[in-house]
T-cell receptor, first 115, second 110 residues
Framework: DSGVTQTPKHLITATGQRVTLRCSPR?????VYWYQQSLDQGLQFLIQ???????AKGNILERFSAQQFPDLHSELNLSSLELGDSALYFC??????????????FGEGSRLTVL | GENVEQHPSTLSVQEGDSAVIKCTYS??????FPWYKQELGKRPQLIID?????GEKKDQRIAVTLNKTAKHFSLHITETQPEDSAVYFC?????????FGAGTILRVKS
């Protein structure tokens, strides 16, 4: 158990819909990262937050947005869903103070299926 | 932005043999290079990392080497065992962004 909690574990929805994925980082970790892992794909960096502030953006679509709340949990919002958005979405947290130069602790992931 | 290329995409070795996975990165400002192992259906977990001020690091059967001039780093696994079978990801970090390679599927045949 990494200490990072992601909900829901599985989600099935239809094209055009909107979903929210939730992540609670390890106790004490201020940094949260979101990654997308599609079938046969690597880990695509989406976005990073540190203590409520956005620190880095990767290949995140405009239909996707995220935020980190004062209690440090984070949410990834995916809207106008397309078939290609089906993937495993990982959240990770780190004790590193904003920089991505320390161990990332990954949650179990949220598997999104868009039909 | 940073781009990390990883080779090979698939690697099959006999139990007891060594396995080598290689990665190259594009941003010379990258200063942190971790390796993660992802077993089937599981989350990625850090197995070893190296920082830019170090050329080599070893942890039991696993070692990582870094060549900053050539901008490449490698993972070496000796005396492979069936439980080493997994997907291995290299990554490179500049400031706030950790970018992963595409992954290598390692199969250890017993």
């Amino acid at each position: 158990d990494s200490g990072v909690t992601q909900t829901p574990k599985h989600l099935i929805t239809a094209t055009g819909q909107r979903v929210t994925l939730r992540c609670s980082p390890r106790s004490g970790d201020l940094s949260v990262y979101w990654y997308q892992q599609s079938l046969d794909q690597g880990l695509q960096f989406l976005i990073q937050y540190y203590n409520g502030e956005e620190r880095a953006k990767g290949n995140i679509l405009e239909r996707f947005s995220a935020q980190q709340f004062p209690d440090l949990h984070s949410e990834l919002n995916l809207s106008s869903l397309e078939l290609g958005d089906s993937a495993l979405y990982f959240c990770a947290s780190s004790v590193s103070q904003g920089s991505a130069t320390g161990e990332l602790f990954f949650g179990e992931g949220s598997r999104l299926t868009v039909l | 932005g940073e781009n990390v290329e990883q080779h090979p995409s698939t690697l099959s070795v006999q139990e007891g043999d060594s396995a080598v996975i290689k990665c190259t990165y594009s941003d010379s400002a990258s200063n942190y290079f971790p390796w993660y192992k992802q077993e089937l259906g599981k989350r990625p977990q850090l197995i070893i990392d190296i920082r830019s001020n170090v050329g080599e690091k070893k942890d039991q059967r696993i070692a990582v080497t870094l060549n900053k001039t050539a901008k490449h780093f490698s993972l070496h696994i000796t005396e492979t065992q069936p439980e080493d079978s997994a997907v291995y990801f290299c990554a490179a970090s500049t400031a706030y962004k950790l970018v992963f390679g595409a992954g290598t599927i390692l199969r250890v045949k017993s």
